[in-house]
């Protein structure tokens, strides 16, 4: 599986929703999964997927999908 | 006579700090208590009378904490709830408790501007209804739970000398002040022993960043989390640096309230901050918080929430098993009763005894909660109603049944699914666009169910437990 695909299937398991919600550029507290437990479950999710783990203000910064993958390119992750 | 010796708290300690906001403004015993009595000046302008039900539906502030004793002394019922709850329901919940007036921004109160001529004579020293915490009954619909002040007064007394809160006690107050955490444990308990209370904003992702700055700053040295805060913690600040973990290290006390520590949170926490952090327990019929861990030896026994003080009795009765006996308490803290549409209702047995629908065991004087068996469980520390989600999602006519659980989480505590049976011939993914939407527009963000599954049929029985061991295995 490509990272691109890790990357949406982490957010379609951890916030249960499908593909197309991710087009829009999904952000923090926009869906009532998204809340401050929801997003912990899902940097947990990522940093299995990835193998890598997240610095506390990446985990902080970490806001919407779109700006997930800048902050995944620190971590030498590219989603393109 | 409860509240004359409520009240001669503010005089003993009244030149004391007693709240530091989280812009640094001190408040004095006695600013407090002078706010208390402007308070009730302006409810009574306001039309509020003995017994009125005002409805608080605003964030944590320091005006929240002054209402909620202003209360007490006014004769008023605060009747603090969640500002997420969705328009619909408030409707509702302020028919049920016949209120007439909801404070939605508490800094229109302009307390400041406020002149002080209340004769401290005009107070309510009668012990009368001054707290009604939201909740649900088994049909879903809203429920009151309803105390008299000499039962929230004196659970804040017996919970203040159990936990050893005294005049050096500096508590940082972060949990919503909407449920009994926010108003038992960290405002009542250390307000009648003379403690000092650091008011931050509530915990979130946003503004973990800078939990530990005020703390640090105040020099706190007693703290009350939940367990989904300590979960959180641990991941976020996994790599803590010298100036936190020296500050974790001068505390008395670190407490988990709301839910059940879960091992696993409490040993990565130790393993990250090495500090021990001992849990409580108690529910809002039972007035708060009851038990607390006291030592190290019950630190290392899972489950375990510690002993309780001499006034409170309890007793088991055989449930599921080994372990999983239900619990009974009998407390002279107990509510007055649930305020429902049909009337109050109290439910306890012939001796007193409140079944609280936990399951654990009590051996030694010592209480061990392992689960529950009520269709209202804590996520995060706060109360959702499983009825609410199933009948929420039963309002869709393609539905044929429905069961909501919770299941066990790191971080949440208790993470919710709700299991589905359709109608025949529904077609699954746009069921499941409706229901998502009916759920969404009617539910607080904390009560919509992580995730949705689909079966052919639900077999119920009528004990909740049952059904959710049967259907955790699906999950």
């Known amino acids: 599986m490509d990272n691109k695909k890790k990357y949406e299937k982490v957010f379609m398991d951890s916030f249960s929703i499908s593909k197309d919600k991710l087009k829009k550029d999904l952000k923090y507290n926009t869906i009532p999964q998204w809340d401050s437990v929801g997003h912990m479950s899902m940097i947990a999710a990522l940093e299995d997927a990835f193998n890598i783990t997240f610095e506390m203000d990446d985990i902080i910064d970490f806001s919407s999908y779109k700006t997930g993958k800048e902050i995944l390119k620190k971590y030498k992750v590219n989603i393109s | ?475």
């Open chain 2, 1 to 475: 006579m409860v509240k004359k010796k409520f009240e001669n708290i503010f005089k003993i300690y009244s030149k004391r700090i007693f709240i530091i906001d989280s812009r640094g403004i001190k408040i004095s015993y006695k600013q407090f208590y002078e706010s208390v009595l402007k308070t009730i000046l302006i409810l009574k302008k306001k039309g509020c009378k003995k017994n009125t039900k005002i409805i608080i539906l605003d964030e944590n502030s320091v005006n929240y904490l002054i209402i909620l004793v202003a209360c007490i002394f006014g004769g008023f019922v605060a009747c603090p709830l969640d500002p997420s709850i969705k328009k619909e329901r408030i409707k509702k919940i302020k028919k049920l408790y016949k209120s007439k007036l909801i404070l939605k921004d508490l800094k229109e109160l302009k307390l400041s501007k406020t002149s002080l001529n209340l004769d401290s004579r005009e107070l309510n020293y009668d012990d009368t209804d001054c707290l009604l915490i939201n909740s649900y009954g088994k049909n879903g619909e809203p429920t009151g739970i309803l105390f008299k002040s000499s039962s929230i007064l004196g659970s804040a007394d017996s919970f203040s000398k159990l936990a050893k809160y005294n005049n050096k006690t500096v508590i940082l107050h972060c949990l919503p002040m909407f449920y009994m955490g926010g108003i038992l444990d960290t405002f009542f308990s250390p307000l009648i022993s003379g403690s000092k209370i650091i008011v931050a904003e509530k915990f979130t992702v946003l503004n973990a960043k800078n939990f530990w700055a005020l703390p640090i700053q105040h020099k706190c040295n007693t703290l009350f989390l939940t367990p989904s805060i300590i979960a959180l913690m641990t991941t976020i600040f996994r790599n803590s640096n010298k100036t936190i973990l020296n500050h974790v290290s001068t505390y008395k006390s670190i407490f988990a309230t709301g839910s059940i520590l879960y091992p696993e949170v409490r040993k990565k926490f130790f393993k990250i901050f090495k500090k021990r952090i001992f849990s409580c327990y108690g529910s809002t019929e039972i007035g708060g918080p009851l038990c607390i861990q006291k030592n190290r030896a019950s630190f290392k026994k899972n489950f375990c929430v510690g002993s309780h003080s001499k006034e409170v009795k309890i007793k088991e009765k055989a449930g599921y098993g080994r372990g999983f006996n239900y619990i009974f308490v009998k407390t002279p803290y107990f509510m007055k009763g649930y305020l429902t549409s049909k009337g109050l209702i109290r439910p306890i047995d012939k001796k007193g005894y409140f079944n609280t629908e936990d399951l654990g065991y009590y051996y030694k004087k010592t209480l061990f909660i392992k689960d529950t068996n009520r269709a209202i469980i804590k996520k995060g520390g706060e109360l959702i109603s499983l009825n609410l989600i199933e009948k929420t999602a039963l309002q869709l006519k393609s539905i044929k049944n429905v069961f909501a659980i919770g299941k066990t989480d790191f971080y949440a505590g208790q993470e919710i699914f709700l299991f589905v049976s359709l109608k025949k011939r529904i077609n699954k993914e746009r069921a499941l666009k409706k229901i998502n939407l009916i759920l969404k527009n009617n539910l607080r963000p904390v009560e919509v169910p992580k995730k949705i599954l689909f079966l052919d049929k639900i077999n119920l029985v009528s004990e909740r437990k049952k059904n959710k061991d049967q259907l955790i295995k699906l999950i």
